[in-house]
Structures are given as C-alpha cells and as structure tokens.
C-alpha cells in the first residue's frame, strides 16, 4: 500500500442498504491524478484481503470525471481499461469533463469550453500539442480534433464511449453530479446527472433511493439521508476518498496529501 493511504477501521450506519454478501466501493473525480488512483487500489486490494468470508461480491463504482486538470489523464484511463484487483467487478460512470470531451471528438461543441476546464493538462498527457489558445476555429480546430484522435488509443475511445450514466446497488444510486428532484430517477436528463448542483445539492427530499455522487467538492465526504458526496477535490487537495457501502454500514478509504 502506498505510504499515505489508509484504510478507516470502524463503521458507521448508512442511511440507505447496499445488497446481502455485497461489498461496493464508490470512487469520485479522479481528475488525471494517476498516482492517487493507484494509492486507492492498493488500499482496496488490502481491504479486499481482509474481507470475511460471508462476502460473496465485490463491485467498483467510479463516479466519473477520469481526466483533466490533473497530469496524468492517459495514465488514469490506462490504469481503468488495465489495472483492476482482482476479484473486483466494476462499473464505471460519465462525468461532464468525459462528455466535454466526447462533444469535442465528435464536432458536437467548440473546444474552448473542453481547454478551459482542464483539457489543456490532458492533451499533455497524450503528448499533443496545446495550441496558443482555448478559441480555436476553423482548420485550427479540425487540427487538434484529428491529433488527439490519432493520440487516442482504441481501448480507451472504446472505454469512453462505453460510460454509463447511472447505477444502482440495492438501497443507492450512483450517478456523477446528482438527479433533479421530483423526477423518477429512471427518467432523469442527462445533462442533471452530469452536471446538476443547485436543485439537488439543497433538496431534502426522498429520491427513492440514496444518491451517492461527485462533482461538487466537499472538504470531506459528506453523508445526509438522501444522498452522500464523495469528492474530496483530487487535484487541489490530494485527497481521493472512496466510500465502502456494506450491508446497511458505510466507511471509507482515502489517499492523504503527500501520498
């Protein structure tokens, strides 16, 4: 385990129930933070290890928002299309710098808003040249979509476009940003999955399920009885935390500054 990354050994009671014999480990924004990634599996294969023998599954959620503002973009998604402990099942999520991202590769948005939240860090990372500005047009946009795109290896094209928006384990529902109150979360926009704040963050009400998110940070993971946030801001703080959601019990593992 990397120096720095701990386990936290005791439970807490969660406000919602994950499914008998099932272990599931929630991990938020990663944001191109490679090295805090792989503190985090280290931790989870060692909590794994530990685990008693009632435990018939364990499952990974990544939470989106995998690349950008971070060094490491390429290597985080290397990481996730190659480098999973073993025994673990996973599902990973969209978050908005994904769909930021796909807009671009896809001609469905201009650049500029993809390069001003972080796409400049990971264009660095697949070793394309960043242009001299965010408001590109024209061939100049043309260029940087095609480089990229011949950067891209296919497993990670196929990774990105494989993302689901949403996913549920018994009592929760795990999406990136959050849902929109008094719609059914089976009918939810995926523009509020993605990028909702306001309406849900100050909600009170019963979504039917306890909604276990990202994107908006929090100084440390916050749980209320209809949703717990999990982004502890990655990239500025050096803490990634992970929620550990077990029978009607919740924990958690996170990397600390200087791991």
Known sequence: MMEGTWPVDFWIPAPGRAP????????????????????????????????DESLDRAVAVFLGDY????PRSRRVLDIL??????????VFLKGNHEDFLLSFLDG????????????F??????????????FLVGEAENHLRAALLDALPERHMLFLRDLNLMHREGGYLFVHAGIRPGVDPDHQAADDLL???GPFLTSDADFGAVVVHGHTITPRPLMLTNRIALDTGAVETGRLTC????????RFLQTEPGA
Not at 121 to 134: E, H, I
């Open 20 to 51: 008998d014999g099932t272990r599931v480990y929630a991990v938020p924004d990663i944001h191109g933070r490679a090295d805090l990634l792989e503190g985090l599996l280290d931790a989870i294969d060692v909590d794994l290890a530990r685990a």
């Open 67 to 70: 690349i950008d503002r971070g």
């Open 81 to 90: 299309t190659n480098g999973m402990p073993k025994g673990l099942e996973t």
């Open 108 to 119: 469905k948005a201009e650049v500029a808003g993809w390069l001003c939240n972080g796409g």
């Open 121 to 134: 860090q990971t264009l660095a990372s697949y070793g394309v040249p960043a242009p001299d500005s965010a």
């Open 195 to 197: 990028w909702i704040r």
């Open 243 to 250: 929620g550990v959601f077990e029978a009607d019990r919740l």
